[in-house]
């Protein structure tokens, strides 16, 4: 049987449409998947432009796409955790299960990480394999169109739900589509003042929709500034950081509190000049990196908060493209003016 995917055929920008055949040879712990809805994350941007992180990262051919819901339609004959029939999602990043960091259940750092889409074939197809360890089994009503989008809703309840943000006074750096997600849960988890900082008008308008209180341009205004006014001279207490942009982590070392809390998504493409002594030390902060998602702690979380209708999912996910529309779809993903963007094949 055959299938329309979307590979990286070589070591050049785009993405090819083909017909290739459905990865029906299952091992023993693997599982088929009908792609219900698949979603284009900052990754596949990276990959569609082949910029020099994908250049370094990918090795041609390979089908590209890790977001996904789908339902499971054959599965290898030693899988219990799914059935045929189950709408899953998938965790992307595939561990080895034996390192240092596995063996304390540290799977989010394994050290042999692989992962679906950049290491092995992905999910921008009509079918996809997975190993059934991977999967998560969708215990909701929501529409699959808006399940695909839980790998990613993952980093932002990771990054967020890491230190108390209940009544706490939180800054949301950078609004793309993770930083949305962000902002959302922010205000489902009630915090006392959600400060978005973001320069494109489509999504600063989004943040409010989301749940934003305060949002600032930092290039209309001075960021560092208007925080403090917007704190009573104190700073936040905690920086959710999202966008990698130098100047912006920057000026959140500035305008964190005392005591405060610094949790780190964005990737930054250059150096960050920071005063160690005088924003960290003396401020005695508290800063975390982020790297995917608690396995499987996150995933119980996002979960949860599907399942009890905290999250507006429907004005997370602006865009919706038919599968063989992933030019457009990219090109709205580029623009900036929109959430997320899911290609239903």
């Not at 299938?3 to 785009?14: Q, T």
């Not at 902060?285 to 999250?311: A, C, E, P």
Request: with cysteine.
């Amino acid at each position: 049987m055959d299938m329309i995917a979307y590979i990286k055929e070589k070591r050049e920008p785009g993405f090819k449409k083909v017909i290739k055949k459905v990865p029906e040879d299952l091992k023993s712990d693997e599982v088929l998947i009908k792609v219900l809805a698949t979603s284009i994350c900052g990754t596949d941007v990276h990959i569609y432009k082949w910029d020099r992180w994908s250049q370094g990262r990918i090795n041609p051919p390979i089908t590209v796409g890790h977001e996904f819901s789908g339902r499971v339609i054959k599965v290898g004959d030693k899988v219990t955790k799914v059935k045929v029939g189950d709408i899953v999602s998938a965790e992307t990043h595939i561990v080895c299960g034996t390192c240092e960091f596995c063996q304390r259940g540290e799977y989010h750092i394994c050290e042999n990480t692989k992962i679906i889409g950049v290491d092995t074939d992905g999910c921008f197809a009509e079918y996809a394999k997975m190993p059934a360890y991977n999967l998560i089994v969708n215990q909701t009503t929501a529409d699959p169109k808006y399940l695909s989008i839980q790998e990613p809703l993952g980093n932002a309840v990771h990054t967020m739900l890491h230190f108390d943000i209940t009544d706490k006074t939180v800054a949301v750096v950078g609004c793309g589509p993770i930083g949305l997600m962000g902002v959302n849960i922010a205000k489902a988890m009630k915090s006392k003042k959600i400060i978005a900082i973001e320069v494109n008008d489509f999504r600063i308008n989004l943040a409010k929709e989301l749940g934003a209180d305060v949002v600032i341009n930092p290039l209309k205004e001075d960021v560092i500034a208007r925080v403090f006014e917007e704190t009573n001279g104190r700073g936040v207490d905690v920086v959710t950081e999202f966008s990698g942009n130098k100047s912006a982590i920057e000026a959140a070392f500035k305008y964190v509190k005392k005591g405060g809390k610094m949790s780190l998504l964005g990737i930054a493409s250059t150096d960050i000049d920071i005063d160690l002594s005088n924003d960290i030390v003396f401020k005695g902060i508290s800063i975390y990196g982020v790297v995917g998602r608690l396995m499987f702690k996150t995933w119980d979380q996002l979960t949860d908060m599907i399942k009890n209708h905290q999250l507006d999912l429907e004005k997370i996910v602006t865009h919706f493209y038919p599968f063989d529309q992933m030019e457009e779809a990219m090109a709205t993903m580029i623009s900036g003016n929109s959430g997320k963007v899911v290609l239903i094949p």
